[in-house]
């Protein structure tokens, strides 16, 4: 009962995701034809051709929306980048629900993954306490999160043709916290990468190397600073 209490609340709430959908802003309108061309929605864009998406996920994922210690039933969602809002698929209607009115979101299928918000990021990048983050990982030495965005390049030529295009580019970025609180990018380049183990960087190289883990890879991430929570 509580969920469902919630998960209305969740509609009452977020006000700027109006129901009527001749009202939704243009960007919601195209995540719903994108995602379901039966709703019959009429988009109209300057370019011919639009390449790629403003959304996280290629299709909507099921998740439960939290709020500090009040959660919501699984709903279907994904998250658009451009606007920074998760977007609620209703079946009849897309909502879209901004970072702030939620603390984390845990996504239960088709894949486990934690997305959250409210770190401390001292402004770096223009990232900010209602940034939503993958959570990598989060223990007492380490917090890894992944930072996800998009940005528009309107009017793109498209070579060998007289055709043009609006192209989506997707961007991502490593972010850690420290146990003394301070909040940095992370390197992909392995020897800038292993020096924020420090005096346990040696260990946590090795263990890397023995399990054969790729520092470009989420899931190996996690088990590096898993790893290293212990050395």
């Known amino acids: 009962m509580i969920r469902n209490i919630f998960l209305l609340l969740l509609v009452l709430t977020f ?22 061309p039966s709703r019959g929605v009429n988009v109209t864009f300057q370019a011919v051709q639009v390449e790629g998406t403003p959304l996280l996920f290629d299709d909507y994922v099921t998740a439960v929306l939290r709020k500090g210690a009040v959660e919501s039933v699984p709903v279907r969602m994904n998250v658009d980048l451009m606007n920074n809002r998760i977007v609620v698929n209703e079946g009849t209607r897309v909502i879209g629900v901004d970072y702030d009115k ?7 299928a088709p894949q486990k993954m934690i997305l959250k918000n ?64 301070s909040f940095e990018g992370l390197s992909s380049r392995k020897r800038r990468f292993f020096r924020v183990f420090g005096d346990s960087r040696s260990a946590v190289e090795t263990f890397a190397g023995q399990n054969d883990l790729n520092i470009r890879n989420d899931d190996d991430l996690a088990k590096i600073f898993s790893f290293a929570e212990s050395n």
């Not at 993958?134 to 009017?155: C, F, M, N, P």
Request: no cysteine; aromatic share 10%.
């Open 118 to 181: 409210g770190f401390e990021t001292g402004g770096k990048d223009d990232l900010n306490k209602n940034s939503l983050f993958v959570v990598i990982h989060e223990g007492e030495k380490y917090t890894v999160l992944r930072s996800h965005g998009v940005v528009l390049q309107e009017d793109v030529s498209t070579y060998g043709t007289a055709t043009q295009k609006d192209v989506y580019v997707d961007y991502s970025d490593l972010y850690i916290i420290t146990s003394d609180g």
């Open 102 to 108: 939620v603390s984390s979101v845990e996504i239960i």
């Open 15 to 36: 006000t700027q995701a109006v129901y009527a959908q001749s009202e939704f802003p243009d960007y919601i309108r195209e995540v719903s034809e994108a995602i379901n």
